[in-house]
């Protein structure tokens, strides 16, 4: 039974994150504004509910460093996907898997022996597809480069967010929260340095992002805590095929045949080094 619900959380953690970007690509507005109403969606939807399922409002430096972390990539991830988009931002940055899982391996030794070995052919498949999608046309010279470097700034930030997580020993519920804190008060350092405010806010496009996200951040803190950092990773970044799917068909970033081809050829092969690293 703990098995069966690790998976419904597992796949509702997924599609939200795939999805949480969605709101993000309709705002007209520049990244440290866009992020901070998107963070204070997450702070919104945390505050919910934590007090609806009694998760507790402790706050530690473990938690802080997470949302830090997290709030960081995002702002990378952000940048990223306004230089090329979220078909091709969304599969670089999967790979923060790889991140999580040399974490999961090397710090904590989730993984021994053999499965140490089936980890490094996924992390080749990973990178293999990663490429393969980094070859579409849509967009080249300087700004290609900058977005490819931003996205994997990206993957760097998200791969390491949940280790203080797992050094502090805090049971998911109770991390939850502090998470969330880490993450508004770091974007609005961000904010703040910039101070750029739109004339339209479009606040319902900024917070909802934040809201999803912040849903799926709470079924994401449940998979760690029941599969560990190693497996976690690779299968929570499953979500890069929502990702993908809404920059293709929803935002229709890539034109031509062989573009798009390209951009799914390339997930799949991602998916596939996912699905081993996760069997290690």
């Known amino acids: 039974m ?3 619900i690790a998976y419904v959380y597992l796949l509702g953690a997924v599609i939200l994150w795939g999805s949480y970007i969605v709101p993000f690509k309709k705002m007209k507005a520049d990244v440290p504004y866009s992020q901070f109403l998107m963070c204070s969606g997450i702070m919104l939807v945390t505050i919910i509910l934590s007090f609806v399922f009694n998760l507790g409002f402790t706050i530690t ?8 972390m997290w709030a960081v990539g995002n702002f990378l991830s952000l940048l990223a996907i306004k230089k090329i988009g979220i078909s091709r931002a969304y599969p670089i940055w999967i790979s923060s898997m790889l991140v999580a899982y040399f974490w999961g391996v090397l710090l904590f030794s989730e993984i021994t022996g053999i499965g140490i070995m089936m980890g490094l052919l996924g992390t080749l498949a990973v990178l293999a597809g990663a490429v393969l999608i980094t070859k579409t046309e849509k967009t080249k010279g300087p700004a290609l480069i900058t977005g490819i470097l931003l996205a994997i700034g ?3 930030f998200f791969g390491t967010q949940f280790v203080p997580f ?3 020993g805090f049971p998911a519920w109770e991390y939850y929260f502090q998470m969330s804190v880490g993450i508004f008060i ?3 350092v961000i904010f703040l340095l910039n101070r750029k405010v739109p004339r339209e806010l479009q606040l319902k496009n900024g ?3 934040g809201i999803i996200w912040g849903i799926a951040n709470l079924l994401g803190i449940y998979v760690v805590q029941f599969f560990g950092i190693a497996k976690s990773g690779p299968l929570t970044q499953l979500s890069v095929v929502i990702g993908v799917l809404w920059g293709l068909f929803y935002f229709k970033e890539i034109s031509g045949r062989k573009a798009v081809v390209r951009i799914l050829a390339g997930t799949i092969v991602i998916l ?4 081993i690293v996760s069997l290690a």
């Open 2 to 4: 703990i098995d069966f």
């Open 154 to 156: 990206t993957a760097l």
């Open 207 to 209: 917070l909802l992002g």
């Open 186 to 188: 770091t974007s609005l």
């Open 272 to 275: 596939i080094g996912a699905i």
């Open 61 to 68: 430096v473990f938690g802080i460093a997470s949302g830090a």
């Open 166 to 168: 797992k050094l502090s």
